[in-house]
């Protein structure tokens, strides 16, 4: 037996000693390697043509010799550049004496954003010349040689964040755009959280990484999906709006523990915080009951979460759906100011009002107000008229405004109809002080959530004339919990849909409703909110095939045929399970304080869902229809376009 051999062997014995313990060996190998990684600084400088960054030289490197390769920030007079790269900015001093005459002569001419690569010694900075606002501004480096990599072209904007650009702009020349140090650090961020997350996931509590397909076929109800053709004749896949099914399917098959970044699709217009094509941290469980998976995302983004912006506090807080539509009027509250809404139905029934008297008589007819603090201080008669257009565009609903005088006596034409007794029982109800404005809506209970728009706008207002009521940099997490299972459909509201999706379970107490009055029975569905925005929504899942069969056929009026798969997966031993998807565009967002989630995607559509950088999407010849059996029927003004 040869000495290689007699290793081979050897090793094999190990590995298979190594599977019978479970693998400690290896266990114990990663968990090294991965304690090992995090007293070890990353190492931008391996395997590329320089020895430091731009942004990390300071005093200590006084003396040596480096090479740097970055952007050209701006120049003076040939006397020195700025050069700067993802990290920060160095400035480099070139050289006047003749000998060095052909180096200045091309920096010189080397266009601002020419990228170029120099070689030099590191100084100090002159008595004087020092900038404490630039972490290497106590430096700088004296340029040897300098090559330009490549030179560049005059821009449609300048690298600079203090340059204002129009987002379409942005967009159309993203790959500018992206050289911005803001977009470098909220892409940073992302790509740090995300990889905590994956520690965490993977590394601490054995969950395993499983990629799902992207062509998938149609899913019952939810969001419209993108339609993909195949080369059999009207067949078609679909893009999916999560790998939902996918991660139930693995539970069935026995992984226990699934995670994913996962890339989703819908079809439906951009907002601030949504897209077409977005990506959710996926995950899901086997034996789980709802607060075990609070508990596991609550550890997930206390480990992930950056340094900076502080430390988290769990367990987060919880309210039902029915507490937060009551005091806030919408399920996703942000709580990081008051302004709840109050019901005071009781206290004006006996008000001669039409308005009043038509909302106290209709069955969940109710009379609900909001006080906004200091409202008659900050708020100006057009703010008012504003409010109460958006109430009536909006939500078809009147609202009324009442303002309490320093005197005590409350200014507003339905003072007249309510007694001294009423007024102060308001006054006290609502906790109103002197300067607040009362603002007041009556109709069905459904229709009140329009003073939870007007909270928002009151708050949007206040902040416009200077009243802070968000702290920015305050991260308050939410957990909604018990909503409805059923809602009645917009469209027909004698017939139900899903409140969450139809794999949903029922509240175990409400189990028996599901049969008789499923618009009664609450779900086991979970919403996770930060600062007023939903992030993740999760649910424990029906894993009963003919529980599921039931709420697909009889309830949605769906046809269990598109799920038969599911439906045969679920009578072949499927497991409790539940899980969780937490929506990483719009949760790095709003740890990053940007306005749009655009701001934290490195190629994101536009609110068309348009790609404007490559004219995505773009039109197709009929001959590359064809394979897919399929023919565009133009409008008549753009066929004739076409012909011409």
């Not at 100084?123 to 340029?143: F, H, L, W, Y």
């Not at 069935?252 to 995670?259: I, S």
């Not at 107000?369 to 109460?388: H, P, T």
């Not at 939903?534 to 009889?554: D, K, P």
Request: hydrophobic letters at 35%; charged letters at 25%; proline letters at 6%.
């Amino acid at each position: 037996m040869s000495f290689r051999h007699g290793l081979q062997l050897l090793y094999s014995q190990l590995s298979l000693f190594s599977r019978e313990l479970n693998r400690p060996c290896c266990r114990y190998v990663s968990n090294s390697l991965s304690l090992s990684s995090e007293k070890r600084a990353s190492d931008f400088n391996s395997f590329v043509a320089r020895t430091s960054t731009c942004g990390e030289l300071r005093s200590a490197h006084v003396g040596q010799e480096v090479t740097l390769c970055g952007w050209i920030q701006y120049q003076r007079q040939g006397l020195f550049l700025v050069l700067r790269d993802f990290q920060g900015l160095t400035q480099i001093i070139i050289p006047q004496d003749e000998a060095h005459s052909h180096l200045k002569k091309v920096l010189y001419d080397a266009p601002v954003e020419s990228v170029v690569r120099v070689t030099g010694t590191v100084a100090s900075r002159p008595p004087g010349q020092k900038n404490p606002k630039m972490p290497t501004g106590d430096i700088e480096v004296k340029v040897k040689t300098a090559e330009v990599l490549n030179s560049c072209k005059k821009l449609p904007f300048e690298i600079k964040d203090f340059i204002k650009k129009s987002e379409a702009l942005r967009m159309q020349y993203r790959y500018l755009d992206l050289r911005s140090s803001q977009m470098q650090h909220n892409l940073r961020l992302r790509s740090q959280m995300v990889m905590r997350m994956r520690e965490y996931l993977c590394n601490l509590h054995g969950f395993v990484d499983v990629e799902t397909p992207t062509l998938f076929k149609r899913t019952p109800g939810g969001a419209k999906e993108f339609v993909v053709p195949s080369r059999e004749p009207g067949r078609f896949y679909c893009l999916p709006q999560s790998p939902q099914q996918f991660k139930q399917l693995l539970m069935v098959g026995g992984l226990d523990r699934y995670f994913q970044v996962a890339r989703c699709y819908r079809d439906e217009g951009s907002k601030p915080d949504r897209q077409p094509e977005f990506t959710q941290i996926d995950i899901e469980m086997s034996f789980v009951d709802q607060t075990g998976i609070q508990r596991l995302i609550e550890g997930l983004l206390q480990y992930s979460w950056p340094k900076e912006r502080g430390p988290l506090t769990t367990p987060f807080p919880s309210m039902s759906y029915a507490e937060a539509v009551a005091e806030y009027g919408t399920d996703k509250p942000d709580t990081r100011f008051g302004m709840k809404i109050i019901d005071i139905t009781d206290m004006f029934r006996s008000v001669e009002i039409a308005f009043v008297q038509n909302a106290v008589n209709k069955p969940q007819g109710t009379i609900k107000a909001i006080c906004v603090s200091q409202g008659a201080r900050y708020l100006q008669n057009k703010d008012f008229e504003s409010l109460k257009e958006s109430a009536k565009s909006q939500f078809n609903q009147e609202v009324l405004h009442l303002i309490l005088k320093p005197g005590g006596s409350l200014k507003s034409p339905l003072s007249k109809f309510l007694s001294e007794e009423q007024q102060s029982e308001l006054i006290q109800a609502l906790k109103v002080q002197a300067d607040d404005v009362v603002l007041l809506a009556a109709g069905e209970h459904e229709k009140c959530s329009v003073l939870g728009n007007l909270r928002l706008e009151s708050a949007n207002l206040l902040e416009l004339r200077g009243q802070l009521l968000r702290d920015p940099t305050a991260f308050h997490f939410l957990w909604v919990v018990d909503f409805p299972l059923f809602l009645p459909k917009e469209e027909n509201t004698a017939e139900l849909e899903s409140a969450h999706h139809p794999f949903t379970a029922p509240h175990p107490s409400d189990t028996n409703l599901l049969y008789s009055e499923p618009a009664k029975v609450r779900s086991q569905h979970y919403d996770l909110v930060l600062n007023g925005s939903e992030i993740g929504g999760g649910s424990i899942r029906i894993h009963n095939a003919e529980q599921q069969r039931f709420v697909l056929e009889s309830v949605l009026k769906e046809d269990p045929e598109l799920l038969s798969h599911l439906l045969e997966a679920l009578e072949c031993g499927a497991p409790p399970h539940g899980g969780i998807a937490l929506g990483l565009d719009r949760l790095i967002c709003l740890v990053c304080g940007a306005p749009s989630i655009r701001d934290v995607i490195a190629f994101p559509k536009s609110f068309k869902g348009q790609d404007l950088m490559s004219n995505a999407p773009d039109y197709i010849t009929p001959e590359e229809l064809e394979p897919y059996h399929i023919q565009v029927a133009w409008p008549a003004a753009e066929a004739e376009a076409n012909k011409n």
